[in-house]
T-cell receptor
C-alpha cells in the first residue's frame, strides 16, 4: 500500500518564525488533506489539496501530485499553532482507504 | 451545516468487558463513515469504513467490529476488550459523491482499558 512520510517529526519555533512541513507519498493518490490536531485531540481541517496551491490566512499548501509531495507553509507562527500536523492521502486503488502520515509535532515558544 | 457527534467523550473499561461507541452525523445523507484509532503519540489508523447501510469494510484484523444500522449512524463494538484496545477513537464522514472526498472528524472518544 501507499506509504506516507512526514518531515520533520518534531519542530520547535520561536513565535513569529516561518516553517515548512513536508509530506511525501509513494504512489498516485486520489485526495490529500492537511489537518491540525489541537491539544484536546480535535482534528481540524486545514486544506483539501489533491493538487495545486491554496492559502488560508497565515497558512498555505502546495501539492505537486506528479512528484508525489505536498508542503504546508506556516508563516508568522503563533503559540496557538502548536500541536500535531497530519497529512492524509486516499489510496487511488483502495476505494475509500485513507492513510495518515505519522505527523509533525510543532511547538511554538512565546 | 453538517455536524458529527461521538459519545462518550471518555471511557474507562475493565479488560474483558464489552464496548459500544456511537457516532452520528447530521445535515447530510448517505455519507461515507469511518472509524480510526490513534495510539498515544502516534498517527491515525483506519479501522473500518462504510459507504452505506450495512456495508462495512474492515482494514485491520482485530478485536473490534463495526455496524451501520442507519444511514447516519456508525457504531464501533467489541465483545471483550483487550488492554491493547486502549486509545483515542475518532469517527469521520465524507460526502461520498464522486471524486471529492474531504473527510471531517468528530471530537473522539478516549478509551482506557484497565
Amino acid at each position: 500500500g501507499i506509504q506516507v512520510e512526514q518531515s520533520p517529526p518534531d519542530l520547535i519555533l520561536q513565535e513569529g518564525a516561518n516553517s515548512t512541513l513536508r509530506c511525501n507519498f509513494s504512489d498516485s493518490v486520489n485526495n490529500l488533506q492537511w489537518f491540525h490536531q489541537n491539544p484536546w485531540g480535535q482534528l481540524i481541517n486545514l486544506f483539501y489539496i489533491p493538487s495545486g496551491t491554496k492559502q488560508n490566512g497565515r497558512l498555505s499548501a502546495t501539492t505537486v501530485a506528479t512528484e508525489r509531495y505536498s508542503l504546508l507553509y506556516i508563516s508568522s507562527s503563533q503559540t496557538t499553532d502548536s500541536g500535531v500536523y497530519f497529512c492524509a492521502v486516499e489510496d487511488r486503488t483502495g476505494g475509500f482507504k485513507t492513510i495518515f502520515g505519522a505527523g509533525t509535532r510543532l511547538f511554538v515558544k512565546a | 451545516s453538517q455536524t458529527i457527534h461521538q459519545w462518550p467523550a471518555t471511557l474507562v473499561q475493565p479488560v474483558g468487558s464489552p464496548l459500544s461507541l456511537e457516532c452520528t452525523v447530521e445535515g447530510t445523507s448517505n455519507p461515507n463513515l469511518y472509524w480510526y484509532r490513534q495510539a498515544a503519540g502516534r498517527g491515525l489508523q483506519l479501522l473500518f469504513y462504510s459507504v452505506g447501510i450495512g456495508q462495512i469494510s474492515s482494514e485491520v484484523p482485530q478485536n473490534l467490529s463495526a455496524s451501520r444500522p442507519q444511514d447516519r449512524q456508525f457504531i464501533l463494538s467489541s465483545k471483550k476488550l483487550l488492554l491493547s484496545d486502549s486509545g483515542f477513537y475518532l469517527c469521520a464522514w465524507s460526502s461520498g459523491t464522486g471524486y471529492y472526498n474531504e473527510q471531517f472528524f468528530g471530537p473522539g472518544t478516549r478509551l482506557t482499558v484497565l
